[in-house]
């Protein structure tokens, strides 16, 4: 049997000049189908920031500047498939570059959402997240 253990992630909203949030839909059997902010797993030894910008690089292309993040809200994600995560969600609207699917195994694309008309199947940590700090 898998040992149950929390595991902690970063999601990044991250807000274009119009106040549109990047979202990818999701292709990888971990919430297959729904949409959310590029993140991932932090790893040891890293912080929120560092976890933050990588990610970002990684699933984007874009380049974030740690001094540029600001913390948004944290969620605990306890999903389906019994996997249990704490999300730290994170903030940016200042970058550079323009988004591209860098891990087409993992997401089918990058897209801008207002906050008022974000898709119905949002991944669970947003879900979470925006329940409890609505961005409209």
Known sequence: ME???????VGVLIF?????VLLGLRKSKHGKGTWCPPGGHIEYGESIE??????????????LAEKDLALAGV???LFESGKHYITVMMKADIYEGH??????DK??????????????????????FLAKNPLV
């Open 99 to 104: 988004p591209a699917c860098l891990e087409a």
């Open 3 to 9: 040992e149950r253990q929390v595991k902690v992630g």
């Open 75 to 77: 969620s605990s994600d």
């Open 107 to 128: 997401c089918e694309c990058w897209q801008w959402f207002a906050p008022s008309d974000f898709p119905q199947n949002l991944f669970l940590s947003l879900q979470n």
């Open 50 to 63: 560092a976890a933050a910008v990588r990610e970002v690089s990684e699933e984007t292309g874009l380049i």
């Open 16 to 20: 274009d000049e119009r106040g549109r």
